[in-house]
């Protein structure tokens, strides 16, 4: 796993709402997870879309939400919701992002 146990991923009170961040693993390079925030409800994902297998931000680093509650891939458009990365639109097909079991624990968020 690229994100050692008890690492946490980020502080709850820094998330703006909606979001959805990148978070990149600190031991791999490669290995980077979505977090997403839409009113109480907090998520991640793996950060790699099921269309061609991209990871989701443009090349500011950023990934864009849409309406409040949908994440689009840099890639070529799919839309992903934030609460459970179901996909929405676009070339994914009806294909999801794989989800990240968390817990929160004194405020920040961390892989369950
Ligand atoms: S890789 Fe995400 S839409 Fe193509």
């Known amino acids: ?3 050692p146990p008890d690492t946490a991923l980020a502080r709850v009170d820094e ?3 909606p979001c959805a961040i990148v978070v ?3 031991t791999d390079f490669y290995a980077s997870l979505i977090v997403t925030r839409r009113g109480d409800h907090i998520a991640a994902f793996r950060n790699k879309c ?3 297998g991209y ?3 443009r090349a500011d680093g ?3 939400v849409q309406e409040g509650r949908y994440m689009v891939c840099g890639g070529h458009g799919a839309s992903f ?3 459970d990365g179901a996909c929405a639109g676009g070339p994914c097909n009806g294909d999801g992002l794989e ?3 968390i817990i929160i624990r004194d405020g920040a968020i961390y892989i369950a």
């Open 99 to 101: 989800r990240v079991a």
């Open 50 to 52: 099921p269309h061609a």
């Open 62 to 64: 950023r990934i864009v």
């Open 24 to 26: 990149r693993s600190e």
């Open 55 to 57: 990871p989701l931000q």
């Open 1 to 3: 796993v690229s994100f």
């Open 15 to 17: 998330l703006a709402d």
């Open 81 to 83: 919701t934030l609460d």
